[in-house]
């Protein structure tokens, strides 16, 4: 199965508020990545010490870094329909769909799956379901907790080792599974489209 896993860090957990600070998508094709989105992202605003703890970026590591409005087109380029897969999906498609409403770029069209309720199903039974912890579990390699990229990675090798459980008969799980999987209906990004501006008539006389 061909996937985009994707991760975000941000200054914080409040879509819309809080601002991306980095962005990590990874194309998988027969299991393995092949391709790659990766920057750090100047967020506009200062990196709160919490932040800076977690994810270990600091305002000198962004500064001169792209805004995140000039990177959301090449990404959904990067995307297109491809099935996008993060761990806790929700918290980071906020945060993109924030962004691409605000600059009004087309969104990614994929469906978007989550591993962290699908991991709940697969792996019964763990004291946490952390991307860490699942890591750990599985024995899967892993880089850098809480950076987008080896996230990314992390969680595209997670959801492969799912996918492969889940096969039967050496059938691979159709989208279908997949998704009623993650025991919700299917989500996918907002049809975002570029609204016309007002002509300014002032500056046309």
């Known amino acids: 199965m061909d996937f985009i896993a994707f991760d ?21 094709q027969n299991g393995e990545p ?6 750090l992202v100047d967020p506009g605003i200062p990196i709160p010490p919490g932040a800076s ?12 870094q792209p805004k995140v409005e000039t990177l959301l087109e090449s990404l959904c380029a990067f995307c ?8 806790n999906a929700n918290f980071d498609a906020q945060f993109l ?3 691409f409403k605000k600059h009004e770029f087309p969104t990614p069209r994929g469906v978007i799956l989550d591993t962290l309720p699908m991991a709940r199903k697969v792996f019964p039974g763990l004291p946490n379901y ?12 892993a880089g850098t907790f809480h950076r987008a990229e080896d996230d990314a990675t992390a969680c595209g090798r997670l959801f492969m080792e799912m996918f492969r459980r889940i096969s039967v008969n050496g059938q691979p799980a159709q989208l279908t ?22 002509l300014d008539l002032l500056g046309l006389l």
Do not use: C, W
């Open 8 to 28: 975000l860090e941000t200054t914080g957990t409040v879509a819309g508020v809080d601002q991306i600070v980095e962005i990590g998508a990874v194309r998988f």
């Open 34 to 39: 092949v391709a790659l989105f990766s920057t």
């Open 53 to 64: 703890a977690v994810n270990g970026i600091k305002d000198e590591m962004v500064r001169g």
């Open 80 to 87: 297109e329909d491809t099935p996008l897969v993060a761990h």
């Open 97 to 99: 769909i924030a962004d």
């Open 130 to 141: 952390r991307l860490g912890t699942l890591v750990q579990h599985l024995k899967i390699p």
């Open 177 to 198: 599974n997949l998704i009623a999987l993650t025991g919700k209906p299917a989500a996918y990004f907002p049809l975002v489209e570029r609204k016309p501006k007002q």
